[in-house]
């Protein structure tokens, strides 16, 4: 059960201090799902800032 909880309580506090960093957004209304398919854009964009780094120097 822990290893459940602990990603869950991680990804609230991010999307806590994530929405302090904005004035006038209010904490109480982030949603999980929308964090988690945030979370999995970057993850995929991973790969492809990667590759156009790797284009640039390459040449």
């Given at each position: 059960m822990w290893s459940?909880?602990?990603?869950?309580?991680t990804l609230r506090i991010v999307?806590?201090?994530?929405?302090?960093?904005v004035p006038g957004i209010d904490?109480?209304?982030?949603?999980l799902s929308i964090a988690l398919h945030i979370r999995d854009q970057v993850i995929q964009a991973a790969g492809i800032v990667t590759a156009?780094?790797?284009?640039?120097?390459?040449?």
């Open positions: 459940l909880l602990t990603p869950y309580q999307m806590v201090d994530a929405a302090e960093s904490p109480d209304r982030c949603c156009a780094i790797g284009t640039l120097f390459s040449g």
